[in-house]
């Protein structure tokens, strides 16, 4: 299975802020990485596919970028709707894998 | 516009065999190149893939789970079933169903449904 690690687990930031996650993979998933925005108790909303193509309907804060091992999702001005858990998926290979999560909380 | 409903039993006794169907709208599961799967999410835990199902009912699993799970589509119901065998605590999780295009993203969720395994 290709094991996806996140960093940093949490990221306390402010409104206005540029927030940055990384997501790395243990063997290349060429550019097959979705990103995902989770609210408690809710189901995940696709923010980014195929590494840096926005899906439709997401604010353009929100890009992506990388290929291969290396990925990063960045929202360039934190806005109060954002605080959530965001991840990483890689669809290259199945068993298709989740990074554990980056949570942005509200410093 | 695509919508997706989990529903099922809530609770589920240790040893036997949770039950889930995702009835999708809006939509047909009987459309070319759509895959259809299942994602788990134990209580303050990440996200884990169960397995999925191409609109020809070919399915894939994940291997940690392959002995266990039965994913099947019954397209004149436009629905779609889990099947998990000889459940422990382990296996109590939010599941949701989804949707993805052949090698790509899930770009439509179900709202996800509690199951809890317990006696």
């Known amino acids: 299975d290709i094991q996806m690690t996140q960093s940093p687990s949490t990221l306390s930031a402010s409104v206005g802020d540029r927030v940055t996650i990384t997501c790395r993979a243990s063997e290349s998933v060429r550019s097959w990485l979705a990103w995902y925005q989770q609210k408690p108790g809710k189901a995940p909303n696709l923010l980014i596919h195929k590494a840096s193509t926005l899906q439709s309907g997401v604010p353009s804060r929100f890009s992506g970028s990388g290929s291969g091992t290396e990925f990063t999702l960045t929202i360039s001005s934190l806005q109060p709707d954002d605080f959530a858990t965001y991840y990483c998926?890689?669809?290259?290979?199945?068993?298709?894998?989740f990074g554990q999560g980056t949570k942005v909380e509200i410093k | 516009q695509l919508q997706l409903q989990e529903s099922g039993p809530g609770l589920v006794k240790p040893s036997e065999t949770l039950s889930l169907t995702c009835t999708v709208s809006g939509g047909s599961v009987d459309f070319n190149n759509y895959y259809w799967g299942w994602i788990r999410q134990p209580p303050g835990k990440g996200l884990e893939w169960v397995g999925s199902?191409?609109?020809?009912?070919?399915?894939s699993y994940n291997p940690s789970l392959k002995s266990r799970v039965t994913i099947s589509v019954d397209t004149s119901k436009n629905q779609f079933s889990l099947k998990l065998a000889s459940v422990t605590a382990a296996d109590t999780a939010l599941y949701f169903c989804?949707?993805?295009?052949?090698?790509?993203?899930?770009?439509?969720w179900g709202q996800g449904t509690l199951v809890t395994v317990s006696s």
């Open positions: 199902i191409s609109h020809s009912g070919s399915p």
């Open positions: 998926q890689q669809y290259n290979n199945y068993p298709y894998t």
């Open positions: 989804a949707r993805h295009h052949g090698s790509d993203s899930f770009d439509y």
